[in-house]
Antibody, heavy 119, light 110 residues
Framework: EVQLVESGGGLVQPGGSLRLSCAGS????????MNWVRQAPGKGLEWLSY????????YYADSVEGRFTVSRDNAKNSLYLHMNSLRAEDTALYYC????????????WGQGTLVTVSS | QSALTQPASVSGSPGQSITISCTGT?????????VSWYQQHPGKAPKLMIY???HRPSGVSNRFSGSKSGNTASLTISGLQAEDEADYYC??????????FGTGTTVTVL
């Protein structure tokens, strides 16, 4: 089955750090660009980060640039999001998403992992 | 990068057609044919419904169609069904970032 499965979410204090993981299966993970998207409770979707197939190119939303770092390990079919200096406003459901071959469309989504930033 | 503008809610009766708009600028919607639409049911992950303005992925009903004029893209749902009740988001490529999402629209089937 073609799928993405996120993990690593949880409760963290403001200023803390967390690493999210996304495992891909059922497709050639190394051949796809990947993204992270989040959704705060009751709010809309917010694109956070993109990484190229090789991991050499990365882009970030202004809201997380300098605090979040995206990486991937193609040997492990895994995508990561390293989150530092977490704030209350980072509380959200975090999705990983596969970019389509044509680009600029997320054609496969995981089920999300919840991050709660609170003291 | 500001979110693309969508109406907060749209409603229609079963069998009717509804259209959701997605307004951006020449730096995103108007500048590229990379507009996508996603459907999200409560508690579920988003699902791709339309890509590159008007293309449907395999398995998506042909009741869903997309178009664009200038800086505004549109998603039309024809023959509205109860299962179409969901939140819908547009997204676009932008000059500064790979993606910007719309504010989201809740579709209600009366």
């Amino acid at each position: 089955e073609v799928q993405l499965v996120e993990s690593g979410g949880g409760l963290v204090q403001p200023g803390g750090s967390l690493r999210l993981s996304c495992a891909g299966s059922g497709f050639t993970f190394s051949g796809y660009e990947m993204n992270w998207v989040r959704q705060a409770p009751g709010k809309g979707l917010e694109w956070l980060s993109y990484i190229s197939t090789t991991g050499r190119a990365m882009y970030y939303a202004d809201s997380v640039e300098g605090r979040f770092t995206v990486s991937r390990d193609n040997a492990k079919n895994s995508l990561y999001l390293h989150m530092n200096s977490l704030r209350a406003e980072d509380t959200a459901l975090y999705y990983c998403g596969r970019e389509s071959f044509g680009g600029n469309t997320v054609d496969l989504w995981g089920q999300g992992t919840l991050v709660t930033v609170s003291s | 990068q500001s979110a693309l503008t969508q109406p907060a809610s749209v409603s229609g009766s079963p069998g009717q057609s509804i259209t959701i708009s997605c307004t951006g600028t020449s730096s995103d919607v108007g500048g590229y044919n990379y507009v996508s639409w996603y459907q999200q049911h409560p508690g579920k992950a988003p699902k791709l419904m339309i890509y590159e303005v008007s293309h449907r992925p395999s398995g998506v009903s042909n009741r869903f169609s997309g178009s664009k004029s200038g800086n505004t893209a549109s998603l039309t749902i024809s023959g509205l069904q109860a299962e179409d009740e969901a939140d819908y988001y547009c997204s676009s490529y932008t000059t500064s970032r790979p993606y910007v999402f719309g504010t989201g629209t809740t579709v209600t089937v009366l």
